[in-house]
Structures are given as structure tokens and as C-alpha cells.
């Protein structure tokens, strides 16, 4: 296989999709969800036409794209030699990939920090660490079963990883997690995955917006950079329903201490009555554009529910934000939980 314009061949393996084994063979392409539900890896076959395609969402990749040419990633199987030319990518995060590992880790710890979050920390057994870039996520399988879910790190370090998991109801991995998982246990996971990682532009501010879950791969981005001393002005929107969705505050404000061009803004979109609340009330989108006349310098970071993501990526655009430097994590769900 081959991909355009970058010049960069793979072998491939039928049995794999595109994607898998690209990550496997350290090459990072632009990807999402992996489930063929959110279009981030979506290209165009320039050559070769012997491609299947397992289920994917007509969102992502309706009927009349497939038939001009375009594909997904993440779902496509080859069986010919096939050109492909890569619409959303960065030449140099290509190269800077990372191959995948299967690992062993054992629970250290299973944090309520709100009523639906859960702060799940894990201890690498085998390997005793792995590599990845902060921002990135990793697949955990369901003891038991075939079933994966990913979740993004919120660690930077890959000894000790740290996950922020929303629990749905019924959810396969959230029932596993809330009524079986316990401390010593351990759990396989394969990774890592994902391209939300901070870019080098030393000159550019930075605008992170996340909603729930959302808060993990930015929280990870956040202590990267103040461990690295990287001095960027950069704000961190963040956007829960009431006051007690609110979670990793008090590390957050503390991180102003080595990030001093760092501001922190939460804002409640349904404050309960009766609470004490003083700072923003609204959906974080709308706080964005109070507070944000001109982001034409800006690189943008987005992570959480799918509302927020298309909210926030049109908004982020009027503000002068180029589209290409717009990065996000959309969650998708699969059987009732991300």
C-alpha cells in the first residue's frame, strides 16, 4: 500500500484494516474513533478498487463518497496493491509514530471523583512501560470477553497510567468497571492510539475546550507541558452540567504555578438551585465566544461529547481559528458507553 502525497509504502495484511496495521508499523495517520463512526481517517483511493470495508456509519462515509472513492481507514481491508491519497495529515506526525504494543497492567486504584467520572489507574506488569505521547489512548479489553472499549490518558508517563472514564448505564466496560473491577486486578490493554498531541509551535497560544470525560487526554496535555517548562499562553475551557461534575480543579488551578500564561475557565451549564457558584454559567461554547474575540493565532484542542465538538469547531473557525490547526477528540459510543 501506498499513500499520497508523502510517498510512504506499507505491507498489509487482509486480515487487518488499514489503519491497524499502519499504527502498527509506527506510521501515526490521522484517525478518531476506529469504529468508522467520527470520518477522521477518511481518504481517497487514487489506484486499486479490491477494498472491503467492515461496518462503518453512512455519517461518516455516505453512499456517494464511497462510490467517487472515498474510504475509511480504520474499517478498510485490501486485497490488491491500492494508492491512497491521505486528505487530513501531518507529514511530520507521520513519521513520528509510535508502534503499538499489547500490554498487561494491574489496578492501583478506582476513584469516584463524580457521580458518572471515575478516575481508573493502572500499573504497567508487562511491558513495565511503554511509550506514547500525552494525549494519546489506549484499548482496554473486558476481561472475559472480545470487547475493547478506548479510553485517552491523562498520564504522562508510561509506567503509571491514568484514565478519566465515564459510567453509562447497562454499559458493557462500565458494569465491568463499577461492579467487578477491584485493586491487584489486572486488565490488558493495547495502544497507543490517537493523534490529539500538542503540535510544536512555540509561537502559538493555545485554546483547549473538553465537557466531561473530555478532561483526561487535556488533563495529560496540561502536566506534560508543565513538566516540560513549556511556556505557552494557553486556556482550558471546560464545561460540566453542575458544580458537583466538577473534578481535578484544585490540580488544574495549581498547574497556573508552572504554566504562567495558563488561565482556567469552568462554566456550568445547569448549575443546581441552591448551590454556591461564582464563576461562568452557559454551555462552554457560549463562554468561549464571550470570552474570545480573535483566535487567528491559536491552536485549538477539543475533547468530549459530540455536541460540544460540533459546536465548538464552527465557532472556533469564525474566531479565526485555521481549520487545520483545530485538533479533537469526538467520543463515539458503541453499545451504550465510549
Not at 120 to 146: A, H, N, R
Request: proline letters at 5%; glycine letters at 10%; a negative charge.
Amino acid at each position: 500500500m501506498r499513500f499520497e502525497p508523502v510517498g510512504i509504502e506499507i505491507e498489509v495484511d487482509e486480515e487487518q484494516t488499514v489503519l491497524r496495521q499502519a499504527s502498527e508499523q509506527g506510521l501515526m495517520l490521522m484517525h478518531g474513533c476506529k469504529e468508522g463512526q467520527c470520518a477522521a481517517c477518511k481518504s481517497f483511493v487514487l489506484d486499486g478498487d479490491d477494498i472491503e470495508l467492515d461496518r462503518y456509519s453512512t455519517f461518516a462515509l455516505p453512499d456517494y463518497e464511497k462510490e467517487e472513492g472515498f474510504t475509511l481507514l480504520c474499517r478498510a481491508h485490501v486485497y490488491e496493491d491500492v494508492t491512497i491519497e491521505l486528505l487530513n495529515f501531518d507529514e511530520e506526525m507521520i513519521r513520528s509514530g509510535l508502534p503499538i504494543v499489547n500490554a498487561v497492567a494491574e489496578v492501583v486504584s478506582i476513584g469516584k471523583v463524580t457521580h458518572d467520572l471515575r478516575h481508573l489507574v493502572l500499573k504497567l506488569i508487562e511491558p513495565s512501560e511503554i511509550t506514547f505521547f500525552p494525549g494519546q489512548y489506549m484499548d482496554i479489553k473486558v476481561p472475559g470477553t472480545e470487547v475493547t472499549r478506548s479510553f485517552s490518558m491523562a498520564s504522562t508517563n508510561g509506567r503509571e497510567l491514568e484514565f478519566v472514564i465515564k459510567v453509562y448505564p447497562d454499559g458493557v466496560f462500565s458494569s465491568f468497571l463499577d461492579g467487578q473491577l477491584t485493586t491487584g486486578d489486572r486488565l490488558e490493554l493495547t495502544g497507543p492510539f490517537g493523534v490529539f498531541t500538542l503540535r510544536d509551535a512555540p509561537d502559538r497560544d493555545l485554546i483547549f475546550v473538553g465537557g466531561g470525560a473530555g478532561l483526561a487526554p487535556i488533563l495529560g496535555l496540561l502536566r506534560s507541558m508543565a513538566e516540560r517548562g513549556i511556556d505557552r499562553k494557553a486556556v482550558f475551557y471546560y464545561g460540566a452540567r453542575t458544580a458537583k461534575d466538577l473534578c481535578f480543579v484544585s490540580e488544574i488551578e495549581a498547574l497556573k504555578e508552572k504554566l504562567p500564561g495558563f488561565r482556567f475557565v469552568p462554566a456550568l451549564s445547569e448549575p443546581a438551585e441552591g448551590e454556591s457558584w461564582d464563576g461562568e454559567v452557559g454551555f462552554i461554547t457560549d463562554v468561549l465566544k464571550r470570552y474570545e474575540a480573535d483566535l487567528s493565532g491559536a491552536h485549538a484542542y477539543l475533547c468530549g461529547p459530540p455536541p460540544m465538538v460540533e459546536a465548538a469547531m464552527p465557532l472556533l473557525a469564525s474566531l479565526g481559528t485555521p481549520e487545520k490547526h483545530i485538533y479533537y477528540d469526538k467520543f463515539t459510543t458503541t453499545g451504550g458507553e465510549d
